[in-house]
């Protein structure tokens, strides 16, 4: 029988969907990364969330296969229907981000966890990339949204990706794997600190936690139009809709009869997949009751190493379920863990810093403080002094004789002593 699999002009260009022609021209520049105009609050009929009933999947998958067919990137008569599906999506730990104005979706980007599946590997040896070094990543691609809502989706949904994999997942690096637009790949690297995979331009990965404080130093302390750093990793939107942090987060977002539904009824993935790819997504959903809509492979086609590689690729990249509201709130912090003193004018007794964020620093002392004094303090990180910043006291845990203090004002002395505080951070 003819396969109605879809087929695609690069092999490479599917899985990282950027749609560059509905935004403007200057984004991609270098020199965007100053003229960024960021929202300040998102429109009210905005909502953000991961896709979870079918109604949602189908107008994202719908979106999708207009944007492929708008880009060329897929054949007009190669579809069963009026959606795009792949194998990907098929998997239990998938994500399907849409955004939705009013009750519509308008916009949409998919994430693809570690996996054996992962798009990428079949085109990149990340276990020889990364020197050996384990790491959970997530695949950010199939972004496509309707032409009219524009920048109006594109930022939220672009912080909603990378906020989802970074509080609620153990992913530590995001790749996004695009078409070779050497705009596009400029803008990722020099607005989001993403970098080529080897010599690969296709592939671009963002560590987390390096990238956090590099984009800290970049745009921080700009206003909050041209501040990147900020809007991704420290606002806050009521339009945008995370799971409870427990475990029905984990659960697979596409219902049994919905799983049927797109890959075998409206496509022919399951029709089309190899032993391998089969027992991978079965697997993936091995803690949950899918019995009769997963596709039926024979585990006698698969060796021992192919049953090893899907079982172990799986467990690395399986969602932590401990996560509770205080590490969600303390990562929306930006704190230094450093060795630190401090003295105090008009004060006797020396200070032991305990940590630094952007705003103030907490520390512990012997002498008794008033909540609500202004304190001059010296602050000393190795070879690297502060002299005379003023900072309030705003809390105090007398019992502990630990204080928090908020600097009084971001001055340039100040900016550098953060500034110097990345530089170790990132080194």
Partial sequence: MASNSFKFLDPKAILGLWPSKWLPSRLFSKQYATGLDLPKQLPKELTLKIADDRDEF??????????LHETQLLYTNSCRSNLYVNKHH???????IVAKWNDEVVGTLSLFFNGPMLPSKRYVELESWSDGVKHNYCEMTLLAFRPQFGSRVFWPLLKYALEYQRLYTPVDVCISSQRANESLSLWLKNCLNFKPIADDSNFLWFDFEK?????LKKYWGK????DLFSYLFRSEFPQLKFPSLDETSVKPPLKPEDLHYFFAEKSDVFENLSEFEKFCIADSYKNFDYDGYLPKFDMTNLS?????????????????NSNDRRRWKDNREVRFNISASASAENHDHPFDVLDISLNGLRASTNE??????TCQLNIKVEDYTLDSVGAKVVWAKKKENTYGFRIDAHSQEWFGFIHHLIDKKVA
């Fill in 90 to 96: 098929a998997l239990a730990d998938t994500r399907v």
């Fill in 304 to 320: 021992v190493e192919d049953r090893r590689k899907a079982t172990n690729d799986r467990r690395s990249g399986e969602r932590d």
């Fill in 368 to 373: 008794e403080l008033v909540v609500g004094e």
């Fill in 211 to 215: 990238s956090k404080y590099q984009l």
């Fill in 223 to 226: 206003t909050h139009q041209k």
């Fill in 58 to 67: 189908e107008e994202a998958f719908e979106i999708i296969k207009d944007e």
